[in-house]
């Protein structure tokens, strides 16, 4: 059960790491942006497995009673950014997040684990 922003971002980091997302980070954007508590970035290698790590969180996140703002760019499956509110996740296919950077432009923002593995 989803009680705390906490909690979310933990049922978000489970969900894309069932779909073997790579590279998943979780960046506390609290102090620097009002947009939502946690940016989460993560990549799949192809448009397939990034849909699919979109499809895990999407299906995740309604069987915990959780509002699903919005996503955009899952057809294509190159970008794709899920709004759950105070976690925005961002899927990437790994070609265009070597090219976006997002880290690069968040490079303030504390870096925090909510990861099973660690």
């Known amino acids: 059960m989803v ?3 906490e909690d979310l971002a933990r049922l ?3 969900a894309a790491e069932d779909k073997k ?3 998943l980070m979780v960046l506390d ?3 620097l942006s009002a947009v939502a508590d946690y940016f989460m970035i993560c990549h799949g290698n192809n448009e397939r497995q990034v849909q699919a790590i979109v499809k895990e969180i999407r299906d995740q996140a309604h069987k915990s009673g959780m509002n699903v703002r919005g996503i955009e760019g899952a057809e294509e499956g190159r970008w794709v950014l ?3 509110g105070d976690v925005v996740i961002h899927v990437f296919h790994r070609e265009d997040r ?6 690069r432009l968040w490079k303030d ?6 990861s099973e593995q660690g």
């Open 3 to 5: 009680k705390t922003v």
């Open 12 to 14: 978000v980091v489970k």
């Open 21 to 23: 997302a790579e590279n």
């Open 29 to 31: 954007i609290r102090n």
């Open 82 to 84: 899920v709004d759950l």
């Open 98 to 103: 070597e090219f976006y950077n997002l880290e």
């Open 109 to 114: 923002a504390e870096v925090v684990s909510f």
